[in-house]
Nanobody, 117 residues
Framework: QVQLVESGGGLVQFGGSLRLSCYATPSINNAYAMGWYRQAPGKQREWVARITRQAITNYADAVKGRFTISRDNAKNTVYLQMDSLKPEDTAVYYC???????????WGQGIQVTVSS
């Protein structure tokens, strides 16, 4: 099973940027796809973005045009570049691995992102 560790979260002001990283062991290529999800206080976990092994990307409407998911296979890392952040982006962000049917196979521990207004 792939182990995942997120990093790069923190506190940022409205309109600012953060880049999250998700380091996978033993290999990022063990999964068909990797995704980012988030969970705000009192809300259900929601999907944010996804990137396949072929580097095909998809985004939730709420983040389209502001967030960019990418992968570095040599570093076994998936990134989520978050620009033009809004207070409603405040959440714990999780990365995961998925199979071709979009079933989650493993999850990271999550990392807090807080956007102040």
């Amino acid at each position: 099973q792939v182990q995942l560790v997120e990093s790069g979260g923190g506190l940022v002001q409205f309109g600012g940027s953060l880049r999250l990283s998700c380091y996978a062991t033993p290999s990022i290529n063990n999964a068909y796809a990797m995704g980012w999800y988030r969970q705000a206080p009192g809300k259900q976990r929601e999907w944010v973005a996804r990137i396949t092994r072929q580097a095909i990307t998809n985004y939730a409407d709420a983040v389209k045009g502001r967030f960019t998911i990418s992968r570095d296979n040599a570093k076994n890392t998936v990134y989520l570049q978050m620009d033009s952040l809004k207070p409603e982006d405040t959440a714990v962000y999780y990365c995961n691995t998925e199979n071709i049917f979009r079933n989650a196979l493993s999850w990271g521990q999550g990392i807090q992102v807080t956007v102040s207004s």
